[in-house]
Every structure is written in structure tokens, then in C-alpha cells.
């Protein structure tokens, strides 16, 4: 069996090929990744000398290279992880989330297409189907809640889904999408919520909360939504979207000072700053169909992830304060200052 699994270099992606890796000692996981600014060869140093693991630097969007990879490689299943995933950006720059979002996803799918895949899996958001109010907490996403996107990263994410399903019902190709809420955990880019907020919390400084702090995630330790896709890839019906959550709604606020107060910080370092855009205010998953048909259930609740991350973020100090002082300075600085 081999699986190519693109933007394994990123956060969910690396820890998927972690998984698969042992979970499948006789499996043969590809890695194909561009390296953007959210992709760490030095996250994969661990499996790079695996005689089951390959790791090719390349575009999802780039055909040729694509091809060229399914020509020498004939992969069954091919997991797509490889996007633009920060919300932030896409606000800053839409363009290249339409373009790695999307036309990748049909570049990939056209190869899958072209050699016969026995799975596509395309690893998608809750964020497809918008927000729920902060004041219907009766309210939850099913498969079935219509996609009504707010951001361009999340109607980036809706579009190759609807070409997902568009490919699997006009060629045939054998698909699958998942619907995952936020994941935290090892290996997370430290633009985003939680590792910002462990980085910042460890260097002393201020840890800016947008708004008024009370927009409400749904967290998942990223080994089980690794354990979901999983399952779905080998036992999922194909056609399916599959939503995957742990029903573990936090408002920003309370991590920010569950943080603060696991590292022994003051919460006077909390700053609240402009809010962004658009912004969601609740998301949360009804994972009901993933538990009947699968039997996936969440394994790490929030206390324990939680705990275990944030020594996860004190015991790798290299690999985010690397990232911290190269190109992501810049781009902390222009999104901060003056906010
Ligand atoms: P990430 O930003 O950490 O990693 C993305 C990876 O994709 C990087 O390694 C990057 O180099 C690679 N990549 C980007 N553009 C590429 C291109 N054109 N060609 C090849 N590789 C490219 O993202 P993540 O948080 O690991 O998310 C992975 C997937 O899961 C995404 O599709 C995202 O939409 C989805 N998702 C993420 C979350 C979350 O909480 N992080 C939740 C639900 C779904
Ligand atoms: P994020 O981790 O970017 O994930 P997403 O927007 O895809 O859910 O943000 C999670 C929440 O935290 C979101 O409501 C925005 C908020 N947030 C802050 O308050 N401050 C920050 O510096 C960041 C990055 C996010």
C-alpha cells in the first residue's frame, strides 16, 4: 500500500505521516510538500531515514511534477493536507488560498484521475460551514448544515470540496472529505492560537486576544483526528463527508488564561487588540455520524492535550524559536504593531 500525503510537512499532515508510519509498518507514505512558510523539513527529521518514507519538495498545483510523482510512485490512497491555513493571511491575501485551495486540489485530483486511486481524501474544515451563535448552544454542525462560508481561506476550503464531490459524481473518483474542528497539539505553527499564546506566554510578552475574547472553538488533539482520517481512508463510504470533533467548546479567553496560568505568567500580559474581520464567533461539531459508522471517539480530552502540549512546546524549544526569529517575524510585525 502505498499513501501520498501532501502538506505532510505541516502541522497535521507531519503528525499523520507519524501515525501512519507506525501504525502501517509495511505501508509506503509519501510526502509531498512545497516548504511554504508553514512547512519544517526538520519536523519529518525523525522519519526521513524510514525505508518506508519519502519526502518530495514540490506544488500541488504544479501538473507536471504531480504526475511525475503518481508515474513513479502508482499510490492507492492519496491524503490531501496541503493548504494556506491561516485565517489571518487569507484576510491579507486571498489569492494564493484560491490558487494551492483549490486548483491544487483539482491538480491532484485530475493526477488520481489519470493513475486510479483507490481513495482520495480530501482533509477539510468545520469553517466550511460558517458560525453558530454564541446564544443557540443547542445548535451544532451536521454534514448535512448548509456551507455558508465567512473568510477566504474558508471559501477556499468550501470550493475544492464542492469540486470534490463534483469529480467524485461526474468521473467516479473514489473520494472522501473530512470536516475537522481545531486541532492543537505537537508541531503547530506558532501563528496560530494556542502555540502563539504558549510562545509569547514564555518570552514575557503581551498575548493579544481579538475582540472581546469570547468566541467559542471546538478542540481536537491532532493525533485524533489523525486516527479519524484514518479509519475513514480505510473504512469510510466513499462519497462521504465525515465531521469530525470531540464537542470540547472553549471560548479564546479561557485558553489564553488556562495558558497563562499553566506556565505561572500574569494574566496582566492578556492585551485585547482589534478584532478580525469576519470573525466566527462559535463552531461546533456534531460527530454523531463519524461515532455510529466508524466508532471514532475522541481519546485525549482537553485537560490532558492541553497539558501535554504545552510541555510539548517547553521540551522543543529549537524548532518554534527558529521559526519565531526567521520570516515569521515579519509577518508578526505587520499583523501586531499597532493594532
Ligand atoms: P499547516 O499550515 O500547518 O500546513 C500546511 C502544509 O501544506 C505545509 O507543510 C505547507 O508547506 C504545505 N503546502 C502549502 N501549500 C502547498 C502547495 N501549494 N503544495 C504543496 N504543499 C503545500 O496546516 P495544518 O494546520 O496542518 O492543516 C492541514 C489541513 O487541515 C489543511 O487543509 C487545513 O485546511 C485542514 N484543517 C486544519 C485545522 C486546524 O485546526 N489546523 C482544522 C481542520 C482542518
Ligand atoms: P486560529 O488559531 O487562527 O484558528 P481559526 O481562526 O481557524 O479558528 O484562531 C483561533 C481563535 O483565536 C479565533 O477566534 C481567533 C483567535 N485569535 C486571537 O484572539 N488572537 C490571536 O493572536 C490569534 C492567532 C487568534
New binding site residues.
Partial sequence: MTIIV??G?????SNFVFHMLSRYPDYRVVC?????Y??NLSTLKGVMDNPNFRFVK????DREAVFQLFEEEKPDIVVN??????VDRSIEDPGIFLR?NIL?TQTLMDACCRYGVTRYHQ???DEVYGDLPLDRPDLFFTETTPIHTSSPYSAS?ASADLLVLAYHRTYGLPVSISR????YGPYH?PEKLIPLMIANCLNDKPLPVYGDGLNVRDWLYVEDHCKAIDLIIHKGRVGEVYNIGGHNEMRNIDIVRLICKALNKPESLITYVADRKGHDMRYAIDPTKIHNELGWLPETMFKDGIVKTIQWYLDHREWWEEIISGEYRNYYEKMYTNR
Avoid at 510537512?9 to 499532515?13: C, L, Q, R, T
Avoid at 509531498?32 to 511554504?36: A, I, N, V, W
Avoid at 475537522?180 to 486541532?183: A, D, E, P
Fill in positions: 501532501t502538506g510537512a505541516g502541522f497535521i499532515g509531498l510538500d512545497k516548504l511554504t508553514a512547512g514540490a506544488d500541488i498545483c493536507f496541503a493548504a494556506e491555513s491561516h494551492t491544487g482533509v477539510s474544515t476550503k475537522c474542528s481545531n486541532n505553527f
